[in-house]
């Protein structure tokens, strides 16, 4: 599917205007997040060593946007920061070759859980209806009014590729597959590469949703 693409030098702007955010605090939470990979060594669990960057970038961007009036939540262990005006919320979730490149269309590395299939359906329900970005709605329909957006991350080697983007669309696969809105951000060059590498990780959350089939 098509998505309202914003280039890196575009990012500002938007980001200001969606949630009063500066692309640096996102980019320097992801950075926070890679560096501490290189903190791991081969007497570590290789699964710990793959997820520190995840949690490490979801610690970074809470300690940073807290400290802004954004609140902290974790519906079905999903952990989010959520806008003080409780219209955005943000996860983080490693990604694939696409991301934070203009060119092709992201997925996320992993199946996502309820929390974020809910939030998608309303998404593509909205735009169904509305032919537009949804409005902020809770995705289990009785808690806080947040549309979730996602912080999606690819080690590509010498560099961190990044960007912040609102999901439409969920693949067989329970992965996201396509996006109403993308906002690239700066690739972060990485000066040294850690000695001690494994892929990226994210905790497994169990999903009981099972996608309907289409006649």
């Given at each position: ?58 610690r ?36 694939d ?24 359906d ?19 329909g ?12 690819a ?26 809105e ?12 850690p000695a ?20």
């Amino acid at each position: 599917m098509s998505s309202t693409l914003h280039r890196a030098e575009q990012s500002t702007n938007r980001l200001a205007e969606l949630a009063s955010l500066d692309p640096e605090v996102l980019r320097n939470a992801v950075r926070q997040g890679e560096s501490e990979r290189a903190t791991c060594t081969e007497n570590d669990p290789r699964i710990f060593a793959g997820m520190v960057p995840w949690a490490k970038t979801v610690r970074a961007l809470r300690e940073s946007l807290v400290a802004r009036g954004w609140r902290r939540q974790e519906p079905s262990n999903l952990p989010l920061i959520v806008s003080p005006d409780c219209t955005i919320a943000i996860a983080v979730s490693s990604g694939d070759e696409y991301t934070g490149v203009a060119a092709g269309t992201p997925q996320t590395q992993y199946p996502k859980g309820p929390v974020t299939i809910a939030a998608v359906d309303s998404n593509q329900m909205s735009l169904a209806l509305f032919g537009q970005s949804p409005p902020a709605a809770s995705p289990s329909g009785d808690g806080p009014a947040w549309v979730l957006w996602i912080l999606l991350i690819a080690n590509r080697g010498n560099e961190l590729r990044c960007e912040l983007s609102l999901p439409a669309q969920i693949g067989e696969d329970l992965r996201v597959t396509g996006w109403v809105e993308r906002i690239l951000l700066e690739p972060i060059v990485l000066d040294q590469v850690p000695a001690f590498t494994t892929p990226d990780a994210e905790p497994s959350i169990p999903v009981e949703v099972r996608r309907k089939v289409q006649n």
